[in-house]
């Protein structure tokens, strides 16, 4: 699919708004790039023929399949570059950035005296989203970790909700570990991501090119000494 501009996004009631600007069909190139616990980011490049060329700003959304299996998913553009020879490039982050922009209360507690909530990921989740945030929450969390344990980060004093899943000392992957799944603003902390299902990589049978590179470039090959003699 080509990839699809928005004006902005957001979720209401359990339901997505937006405003559709507009497809982007002279894409010269797509990448989405998905780090396991890290960052979920994409990026093109297109020429000012595209129909929307003059739509791509930073802050819309675009929304783009990021593989055969799961939904679209929409990335905040946040970098915008336009060059001489008519390419627009574009550099965006998954809607999960959104995360930073949402913050917990705190309760002025203070950091010999914390407060600690004990509970599963999920009952963290529901603690920090029912009794320390103020407004409403657009994402939506589910975990399979049973492990019970302490939690403090964001109640003694505010912190962001980014931070708080995985961005900081004391966040749920320190606490509770496990691999983050993205949907959108639905949030799933798996005990283990995928299955592992042994398969062999075999050439000429399911991939079709491999390439091997070799380089000194960085190696020392020889040690040259040298001294500094002064004569009186």
């Keep these: 699919m080509f990839p699809k501009l928005y004006d902005e996004v957001q979720k209401t009631g359990g339901q997505f708004t937006y405003r559709y600007l507009g497809t982007l069909t002279n894409c010269l190139k797509c990448e989405v790039t998905e780090v396991r616990n890290g960052a979920y980011t994409f990026s093109l490049e297109t020429t000012v023929n595209d129909d929307c060329a003059d739509l ?125 799944k993205w949907d959108n603003f639905n949030i799933y902390l798996y005990a283990s991501r995928g299955v592992s299902r042994h398969y062999k990589i075999k050439y000429g049978q399911n991939i079709s090119d491999a390439s091997q590179t070799e380089s000194c470039e960085n190696v020392y090959s020889h040690i040259l000494p040298y001294a500094w003699i002064s004569t009186p």
Excluded at 146 to 160: H, N, P, R, Y
């Design 56 to 180: 791509i700003l930073s802050q819309r959304m675009i929304g783009v399949k990021p593989n055969p299996t799961d939904n679209m998913q929409f990335f905040e553009i946040q970098k915008t570059e336009r060059t001489l020879d008519g390419i627009i490039k574009a550099e965006a982050k998954h809607i999960k950035c959104l995360c930073f922009a949402i913050c917990t209360n705190g309760d002025g507690a203070t950091p010999e005296d914390p407060i600690i909530f004990r509970g599963t990921a999920q009952q963290t989740w529901n603690e920090l989203v029912n009794n320390n945030i103020s407004g409403t929450v657009p994402f939506s969390f589910t975990s399979n970790i049973g492990t019970v344990a302490d939690f403090k980060l964001g109640l003694t004093i505010s912190e962001t909700l980014g931070n708080i899943l995985g961005g900081k000392e004391g966040s749920f992957l320190d606490i509770y570990g496990g691999e983050y």
